[in-house]
């Protein structure tokens, strides 16, 4: 039984990434309204009702802004760091929390879910390698900088959604205000497409059988140089590394 993963949408205006083993389906962030989220569930042939639960990343808006409206409104178990949960509203039941510790892994019916803890400009960011036991999917969308406990996590992957959030000449030469072309290329920032890149060539990519670029701004960023730069590391044609993208996201992959 295939492990398979698809991407609602990615981007500064919302995010969500499905994974799928068996009859269990686990959503990863959701940034986008009610009815945005069911309609691009409905894309992947997907109800909201598919969904065992929802694993979160971080409290800023285009990872968590849907998270509680639609948790509450489909009865969906939402699992976060205590830290991230400090963002949910006061009047988010209970009974759908699941705390997450950072360095723990943790099961969902067919899925392991493995957090690791993240340098970014959040109270307790995480990303996370999702697994049935055989293949290993491992998505990491926003990173400021990165670590050998990252790439620890992210070595001998089989699939990997890689943020490439920026082109450094691009974010510097563009109409930003300078505190905020700092936040974004800071240690706790987000990664250009050659920090992305160099991971690619510090960590065991030999079981890599889907790469795709993920979490690419509209203003500092083309998706040809986010696919130069990882297909450069890899040694392979450019034809071989998608996108996510923020109004289509990306199809179902299958690892």
Request: overall charge negative.
């Amino acid at each position: 039984m295939a492990l398979r993963f698809a991407s609602l949408g990615s981007g500064s205006s919302g995010n969500g990434l499905v994974v799928e083993r068996g009859r269990t389906r686990v959503l990863m962030d959701c940034g986008f309204s009610l009815g945005d989220t069911a309609f691009r569930l409905g894309r992947l042939g997907l109800a909201p009702g598919d969904l065992a639960a929802i694993v979160v990343t971080h409290e800023h808006t285009d990872h968590l802004g849907g998270v509680a409206r639609f948790a509450k409104r489909h009865a969906i178990p939402v699992h976060l760091t205590r830290g991230t949960a400090l963002s949910l509203p006061i009047d988010f039941p209970a009974s759908l929390v699941r705390f997450v510790d950072p360095h723990a892994r943790f099961a969902v019916e067919e899925l392991l879910v493995d957090p690791f803890p993240v340098p970014h400009d959040a109270r307790e960011p995480v990303q996370y390698v999702f697994s049935d036991g055989a293949t290993r999917l491992a998505v990491v969308t926003d990173l400021g900088t990165s670590t050998p406990h990252v790439e620890e996590k992210l070595t001998g992957c089989d699939a990997l959604v890689l943020e490439c959030n920026h082109d450094s000449a691009l974010l510097s030469g563009g109409s930003y205000p300078k505190v905020l072309k700092d936040r974004i290329a800071g240690r706790f920032g987000h990664l250009d497409n050659g920090a992305a890149a160099a991971i690619l060539t510090r960590i065991d990519c030999a079981s890599l059988k889907h790469i795709l670029a993920a979490h690419l701004s509209k203003e500092n960023n083309l998706p040809r140089l986010a696919i130069g730069a990882l297909a450069g590391a890899l040694g392979c044609e450019q034809s071989w590394v998608g996108v996510a993208t923020q109004d289509e996201g990306f199809a179902w992959r299958e690892v």
